[in-house]
């Protein structure tokens, strides 16, 4: 199982983005997914998740900004980035439990490679 996260890039202040993370490979069932970030010489903060039924949560600095979304079908999960703001600057992870044919009841945690949004002011 493999999650691809895209989308990142350089935009300015105002602008907005769209990351995408894709899972591929034996897949079974997604549960949650999230996006998350790390901004140089901080730790990485949760940005928003959603449930597999649509539930979403968000971090207060990205509410009203920020919109996490995914299709099922295609198994991939998207974060909507409007109104971009250079604090927004960072690398940002996708992460989802996955569950494998075959695993039982049980999901494993697995993580894309990071996507870095610059956001110029």
């Known amino acids: 199982v493999q999650l691809q996260a895209s989308g990142g890039g350089l935009v300015q202040a105002g602008g907005s983005l769209r990351l995408s993370c894709a899972a591929s490979g034996s897949v079974f069932s997604i549960g949650l997914m999230a996006w998350s970030r790390q901004a140089p010489g901080k730790q990485r903060e949760l940005v928003a998740n959603?449930?597999?039924?649509?539930?979403?949560n968000y971090v207060d600095t990205v509410k009203g900004r920020f919109t996490i979304s995914r299709d099922n079908a295609k198994k991939t999960g998207y974060l909507q980035m409007n109104g971009l703001k250079p604090e927004d600057t960072a690398v940002y992870f996708c992460?989802?439990?996955?569950?494998?044919?075959?695993?039982?009841?049980?999901?494993?945690?697995?993580w894309g490679q990071g996507t870095l949004v610059t956001v110029s002011s």
């Open positions: 959603i449930t597999s039924v649509g539930t979403t």
């Open positions: 992460n989802a439990l996955i569950k494998r044919p075959g695993q039982g009841l049980g999901y494993s945690n697995y």
